[in-house]
């Protein structure tokens, strides 16, 4: 497996490696069983002679003043064993200066899909990751690309970005990878204590029962959806504080109309300081 720590390296790679299909993974490092999952996903789209590249870099761009760039997770020699073992062949890990200059002054804004659930309360989150996705899908130069479902909007944003400005690059979304109990994986669940980690799998309980009411039960109105998910939330969650639940158009993110092919409900609630996301597709 190459280590590759900055963007002259990443080039002299990428013209030796032209020709041979590479499929990208991007991360921000603190890798999990759920990145593991994107990993192998990629490993199985490259093929044995194809190339897996994994990239490691905590994005600056898209941590909002309040949050939490410095404290988030840096677990670079665990995060190289995991890419070992889950067949990547290169990892791309840069310096923030080496891939930010200091008098930098162009940088991608999304005007649309980011101006609702996890966009509306984190202002300019998402155009710092499609700056950074952009500049990185330039860099790596692949061919497809993988994004976890779990970041829903992120997944979305990602997709209109590579049609809006005509990336010739394929993108797989990939299943949640969840803990026995529901709870999606996340590097930020670590910041949970053990009573918030108890009660944080009612996003899932409560996005499962809502799904059930829409299919089985023939509920349409999103208004009822939502209200049934803080309700459970707030009987079985007191420690959490929502952020958002949305009852959503799957591809516009907007309320659901009447020509909507797939609702989805997203979620946000906040236990502690960790702020937990997860979704549904109503199908
Ligand atoms: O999903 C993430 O980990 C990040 O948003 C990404 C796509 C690596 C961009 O920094």
Redesign the pocket.
Known sequence: MNIINNVRQLRSWSSINRGTRCVFV???GALHEGHAALIRAARELAGQSGNVVV?I?V?PL?FGPNEDFSKYPRTLVEDLAICRDNGADAIFAPKADDLYLPDRSIQLFETSLSKTLCGASRPGHFDG?CT??AKLFNLVQCDEAV??KK?YQ?LAIIRRMVRDLDFNIVIHGIDTVREADGLAMSSRNRYLSADERAQAPVLRAALLKAREAYIKGGERDGKVLRQMILDQIAAEAPLGRVDYVEVVDASTLQTPTETTELVAIAVAVFFGSARLIDNIELK
Do not use: R
């Open positions: 991007p991360t921000m990239s870099f994005n898209q990751v950074v996705v994004f976890g970041d992120q």
